[in-house]
């Protein structure tokens, strides 16, 4: 079975692909880095039976349980591949906690800062393809956020191209380094991070292909956010192309000059004088007595509080498809309060 039919067709596909091509080579016709990034489906570590085979001597196979059970606590590997398309190197850094966009972010500068720098030590920007989802997706503040704080500490122009939706097999990371890293792991159960790495690093081709791999440890936990000014600052950084620019853009190294000016804090309105709250809240204005006014503000406070939070998430254009912030008033027995 060949697995080649796209799952969808997004709108200028073909021309994305022909705008991916045209910049490799220019990258490539100047000795610029060009690199190809994706993460590798996650592996369990341990005494798990994998599919494939391997040479062994006759009779004497490699055994595994014939079932396989995965817990909460197994642990597990995750692989985040750079192939270098100009060297024809690969390079994994196999994380063993989350695939997030700083798991994305650091794998990219431990290859730089590990093999990338020494490949081009005079580099001045660097070109990514990556897809559209996952960790590294097209739109993803966060992964910007960390390609913005890579360019920063290396001083490259970091250019991103991703594939369309739907198109991720097409990256070169998948047919160049991830097939033939499945190769290397066939028929070989995982039963430490010691013995994935070997498997990765021994992999190798005919024309060339070698990979190293190193084991990254560090905790990536989600939930991460930015701030409104944060945002801001990034988006002023990132510099979109005109041809599809949610796809295609470049984020180069800090320049204060360039730098967006600080908005000026507005002045808070003064507060209402006790005098005139004592005044807006009379008999005569309210039609009821004050103790009845001040129950009547504590029995509404919720209903405030959930309006007050659904202008908000409108404002944030949170579209909550259903969802109706207003309450039942009439549980609020107005008529049978004295009148003043």
């Known amino acids: 079975m060949a697995k080649r039919r796209a799952g969808s067709q997004v709108p200028d596909r073909d021309a994305q692909f022909q705008h991916i091509n045209t910049t490799v080579e220019q990258f490539l016709a100047d000795g610029s880095p060009v690199v190809s990034v994706d993460a590798k489906k996650k592996e369990p570590i341990g005494d798990f039976a994998r599919a494939g085979r391997t040479y062994r001597p006759q009779g004497k196979p490699i055994t595994a349980p014939d079932h396989d059970f995965t817990f909460a606590d197994t642990p597990v590997a995750i692989p985040y591949g750079v192939y270098d398309l100009g060297q024809d190197v690969g390079w994994v850094n196999v994380g063993t906690d989350r695939n997030t966009a700083a798991f994305a972010g650091e794998s990219i500068r431990r290859w730089w800062n590990q093999q990338g720098q020494g490949h081009y030590p005079d580099a001045t920007r660097l070109l990514i393809t990556a897809d559209s989802g996952g960790a590294n997706s097209a739109d993803s503040h966060l992964f910007k956020n960390d390609l913005a704080a890579f360019a920063d500490e290396s001083g490259l122009a970091v250019t991103v191209l991703h594939f369309p939706p739907g198109t991720s097999k097409w990256n070169k990371v998948e047919h160049r380094l991830f097939s033939r890293i499945t190769h290397s792991l066939c028929g070989r159960p995982l039963t430490s991070y010691e013995v994935l790495l070997q498997s990765i690093s021994a992999t190798r081709t005919s024309t060339g292909l070698t990979v190293s791999a190193v084991l990254d440890d560090n905790n990536y936990p989600t939930g991460r956010t930015l701030t409104k000014e944060q945002r801001q600052v990034l988006l002023h950084r990132v510099q979109r192309d005109d041809f599809h620019g949610e ?55 919720p209903w405030r509080r959930t309006l007050a939070e659904a202008e908000r998430e409108k404002r944030k254009g949170i579209n909550r498809r259903g969802y109706n912030p207003a309450s039942d008033f009439s549980t609020i027995d107005i008529a049978s309060w004295p009148l003043p």
């Open 247 to 301: 796809w295609n853009y470049t984020i180069a190294s800090y320049d204060p000059s360039t730098a967006p000016l600080a908005e000026p804090e507005q002045a808070k309105a003064p507060p209402i004088p006790t005098e005139a709250t004592y005044l807006l809240t009379h008999p005569a204005l309210t039609g009821i007595i004050r103790d009845q006014f001040d129950r009547l503000v504590t029995e509404l406070e």
